[in-house]
C-alpha cells in the first residue's frame, strides 16, 4: 500500500491528537510530514520526537523562540505564525493536509492546500462558514476533495449511496440528486433543559461540561449555545450542495445516530456509532478504503432508549442565527463567525455572562454591510469589521 503523506494542523488539539492515533495504527498507509500547533511547544515536542515531520509550524508570535530551539534540536524547518502554516504545504509537499485549526484562522492554508493539489480532510468548520463558496470553487477547479471529520458530515457522506456518495466526497453538484433533506443530529448540550433565565446565570465551568464529547474549549461553548449545529448547517449546505432550509437539526442526546439522510421516497439512512472522533477521522484519512480498526463496536442492546426532539430556537437563538445569516447570504455567514468568535473568547475569559454571545451575534448581524462571498478580501474586511461591532455596543 502506499503511505499518504499527512500534514496535520491543529496536531496539539483534541482533533489534533485523535488524529495522531489513527496515523500511529494505521503507520503503513499513513505519515507525518508536518504538524503546527498555536503555542504548545512541549505537547508539539513530543509529537516530533515520535513522528518525524519534516517542518513544523508555531502560530503565536511569542512562542517564536520555543519554535526555534525546537526545529533547531531535531533539524527540521520552522515556520512562524499563522501565515506560516500555508507555508509548510510548499515544505511538506503532502497527500492530504489535516485542517484541526480553530476559527477562520484555517481558511488560507485550507485554500492554499487546495491551490497546491492535496485532499483536504476538514474538522475546522469555520473554514466553509466564512469561505465555503471560496472552498468549494477552488476544489471543484482543482479535483481535491474536501473529506468532511466533523461527526455529522462524516456521517451524511457515508448515508449517500451510490453516484451521490461519489459526487459528495468529489466537492458536490449544484443539484440535489435523490435526497429530500439531511437531518442533524445534535446532543444539545449541557443546557438542553434550562430555562431562559437559568441559561443567564450558566457558569465557563458549567458549559465546558460537554455531555458526550470531549472536545476544545471554543467547540465546547459552541455546542452549548447550539451555534456549532447552526454552523454544521452553513457546513453541510456547502460539502452536499443543499440548500439550508432542507437541512433540519434533531436533538438526539445519546449520540449515537450521528446524522441522516432522508430521500425522494421518504427512506432514511442513519450512521450508528459510539462518539468517538477516531471513526470520522480514520474514515477522512483513509478514504475510500474501510480497514478494521481496535475499537470496541457499538452494543445496541446495552442501550436502553434512543430519543429524539426538535429544538428550542427560543432558548437558543444561535441556531436561529445561523439560519438567518445563510440565507442572507453574501459575507453574513462571515460576521455571524466573528461575532461568535470574539463572543465566545470573552465568555471564557469571564468577561460577559453566556447569554450575551447571542446578543453579540444579533447586533452583528443587524449592521452587517453585505459584501461579496466569492474573493478573500473581502471576506477578510467583513471579518474585521464584524470583529470591531463589540467594542461600539
Ligand atoms: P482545540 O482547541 O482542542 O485544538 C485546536 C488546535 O489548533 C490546537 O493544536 C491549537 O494549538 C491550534 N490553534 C488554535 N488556534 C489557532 C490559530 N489561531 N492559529 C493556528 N493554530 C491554532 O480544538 P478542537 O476541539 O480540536 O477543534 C478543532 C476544529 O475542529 C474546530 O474548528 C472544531 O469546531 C472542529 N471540530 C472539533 C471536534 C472535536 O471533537 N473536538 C469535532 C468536530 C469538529
Ligand atoms: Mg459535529
Not at 439512512?269 to 462518539?275: D, F
Not at 452587517?368 to 470591531?388: F, G, K, T, V, Y
Amino acid at each position: 500500500m502506499i503511505t499518504k503523506k499527512i500534514l496535520l494542523l491543529g496536531s496539539t488539539g483534541s482533533i489534533g491528537t485523535r488524529t495522531l492515533d489513527v496515523v500511529r495504527d494505521f503507520s503503513e498507509s499513513l505519515s507525518i510530514c508536518g504538524l503546527s500547533t498555536f503555542g504548545r511547544c512541549d505537547l508539539l515536542t513530543r509529537q516530533v520526537e515520535e513522528f518525524h515531520p519534516v517542518a513544523i509550524n508555531v502560530s503565536d508570535p511569542s512562542k517564536a523562540a520555543e519554535g526555534r530551539s525546537l526545529a533547531d534540536t531535531y533539524g527540521i524547518k520552522l515556520t512562524l505564525g499563522e501565515e506560516g502554516l500555508a507555508e509548510l504545504i510548499g515544505i511538506c509537499e503532502p497527500d492530504i493536509v489535516v485542517v484541526a485549526t480553530v476559527g477562520i484562522a484555517g481558511l488560507i492554508p485550507t485554500l492554499s492546500a487546495i491551490e497546491y493539489g492535496a485532499d483536504v480532510a476538514l474538522a475546522n468548520k469555520e473554514v466553509l462558514v466564512t469561505g465555503g463558496h471560496l472552498v468549494m470553487e477552488a476544489a471543484r477547479k482543482q479535483g481535491v476533495r474536501i473529506l468532511p471529520i466533523d461527526s455529522e458530515h462524516n456521517a451524511v457522506s457515508r448515508c449517500m449511496t451510490g453516484a451521490d456518495s461519489a459526487k459528495v466526497l468529489t466537492t458536490a453538484g449544484q443539484d440535489t440528486f435523490k435526497v429530500r433533506r439531511i437531518i442533524l443530529t445534535a446532543s444539545g448540550g449541557p443546557f438542553r433543559h434550562l430555562s431562559r433565565e437559568e441559561l443567564e446565570h450558566v457558569t465557563v465551568d458549567q458549559a465546558l461540561n460537554h455531555p458526550t464529547w470531549r472536545m476544545g474549549p471554543k467547540i465546547t461553548i459552541d455546542s452549548a449555545t447550539l451555534m456549532n449545529k447552526g454552523f454544521e448547517v452553513i457546513e453541510g449546505h456547502h460539502l452536499f450542495g443543499i440548500p439550508t432550509y432542507k437541512i433540519d437539526v434533531l436533538i438526539h442526546p445519546q449520540s449515537i445516530i450521528h446524522s441522516l439522510v432522508e430521500y425522494v421516497d421518504g427512506v432514511l439512512l442513519a450512521q450508528l456509532s459510539i462518539a468517538d472522533m477516531y471513526l470520522p477521522i480514520q474514515n477522512a484519512l483513509l478514504f475510500p478504503e474501510r480497514l478494521p480498526n481496535r475499537l470496541a463496536p457499538l452494543n445496541l442492546a446495552s442501550l436502553s432508549a434512543l430519543t429524539f426532539e426538535q429544538p428550542d430556537m427560543e432558548r437558543f437563538p444561535c441556531l436561529a442565527y445561523a439560519y438567518e445569516s445563510a440565507r442572507m447570504g453574501g459575507t453574513a455567514t462571515v460576521a455571524l463567525n466573528a461575532a461568535n468568535e470574539v463572543a465566545v473568547r470573552r465568555f471564557l475569559n469571564r468577561e460577559i455572562p453566556f447569554m450575551r454571545i447571542p446578543r453579540i451575534i444579533r447586533e452583528t448581524l443587524d449592521r452587517h454591510e453585505q459584501l461579496p462571498s466569492d474573493n478573500i478580501e473581502a471576506i477578510q474586511e467583513a471579518d474585521r469589521r464584524a470583529r470591531e461591532v463589540d467594542e461600539a455596543i
